[in-house]
C-alpha cells in the first residue's frame, strides 16, 4: 500500500469481492476504481497525547528503522527530542495533517498554512471522520453513514489492549507528557504539532455537528453501547463463533472487518 493510489487501483481491480479494505499504509488521495466507490475512513487523535504511544510502539516493534532504533537507546524525552529535528523525519510532527493531504512521501517538507486548510477540507468532505476520545460516538456516525450500502452493519467492539480514551484521560496523559518531556521540549513539540491541534479540534467540532444532525443520535448511541456491553459478556470462543456466522452476510462481514482496523488505531 505504501506504493500509492496506482497499486491500490491495480490491487482492487484484482480483487473486486472486497467488501472494506485496511491498512496503516494506504494513502490519500484514493484512486478512481470502476466497479466500486471507495470511502475513506479516518480517525484523528489528539497529536500530544500519541507521542507516547508511537515512542512505546517503536521501542517494541523489531524493526532497523531509524524510529525504531533510536526509540531503544533514547530514553523518552531524548527520543522526543531528536524527533523534533528536520532530518528525523515527521512521525511526531503533524503527521495527521500530512496524512490527509496525501504528503506521507515527503515527511521534511515544511507544511504551511494552505496545506492545514486542505486538510480540514479533506475531513470536511469525508462522511466517516471519527475522533479516538469520542470513538464510540463516531462509530454510531458511521454506522449511520454506511447503512446505505451496509443494511446490517455492526460496529460494536471489545476493547483490546487499551484502556476508554475519554477527554479526562487524555488530558492526564497529556499533563504526563508535558511534566516528563519539561517546558522547552514541550513547547517545541506543541510548535510542531500546532496544525495537528487545530485539524483535530475541527475534527471534533466536526464530529458534534454531526451528532447533532443525525436522527435519533442518542438512542442509537445507547443501542451501539449495549451492543458493546453483550459482546463483552460473550467468551472469546463465543465471539469467534459469532464472528464466523456474520462472515456469512457480506453487510456483517464488512462490518467486522472495519470494526477490527478501528480497534487496531487504537492500540
Request: hydrophobic share 40%; charged share 25%; glycine share 4%.
Amino acid at each position: 500500500m505504501r506504493a500509492g493510489s496506482t497499486y491500490l487501483s491495480t490491487f482492487l481491480e484484482q480483487h473486486q469481492n472486497l467488501k472494506a479494505l485496511s491498512s496503516h499504509h494506504v494513502q490519500i488521495p484514493l484512486p478512481a476504481v470502476e466497479h466500486a466507490r471507495l470511502i475513506p475512513a479516518v480517525i484523528l487523535r489528539h497529536p500530544l497525547e500519541r507521542v507516547r504511544s508511537v515512542y512505546e510502539f517503536e521501542r517494541r516493534q523489531q524493526s532497523d528503522t531509524p524510529g525504531a532504533i533510536n526509540a531503544k537507546k533514547l530514553t523518552f524525552v531524548d527520543y522526543v527530542r531528536w524527533r523534533m529535528e528536520p532530518s528525523a523525519g515527521a512521525t511526531i510532527r503533524n503527521f495527521q495533517t500530512r496524512y490527509c493531504i496525501g504528503g506521507l512521501k515527503n515527511l521534511e517538507r515544511n507544511l504551511t498554512h494552505d496545506d492545514l486548510t486542505q486538510a480540514i477540507r479533506f475531513i470536511r468532505d469525508t462522511p466517516l471522520v471519527g475522533a479516538v476520545e469520542l470513538f464510540d460516538e463516531s462509530m454510531v456516525l458511521f454506522e449511520d453513514a454506511l447503512r446505505n450500502w451496509y443494511p446490517s452493519i455492526d460496529l460494536a467492539y471489545i476493547i483490546q489492549n487499551v484502556g476508554r480514551n475519554d477527554t479526562s484521560k487524555i488530558a492526564a496523559k497529556i499533563d504526563s507528557i508535558k511534566k516528563d518531556l519539561g517546558a522547552e521540549i514541550y513547547g517545541e513539540l506543541v510548535q510542531n504539532n500546532a496544525y495537528d491541534l487545530q485539524l483535530h479540534a475541527e475534527a471534533q467540532s466536526l464530529i458534534q455537528d454531526r451528532m447533532v444532525n443525525t436522527a435519533r443520535f442518542e438512542p442509537q448511541l445507547i443501542d451501539f453501547r449495549k451492543r458493546c456491553e453483550r459482546l463483552k459478556r460473550l467468551t472469546p470462543a463465543k465471539v469467534a463463533e459469532t464472528s464466523q456466522h456474520l462472515d456469512a452476510d457480506a453487510a456483517n462481514s464488512s462490518a467486522i472487518k472495519i470494526s477490527q482496523k478501528f480497534r487496531d488505531i487504537l492500540k
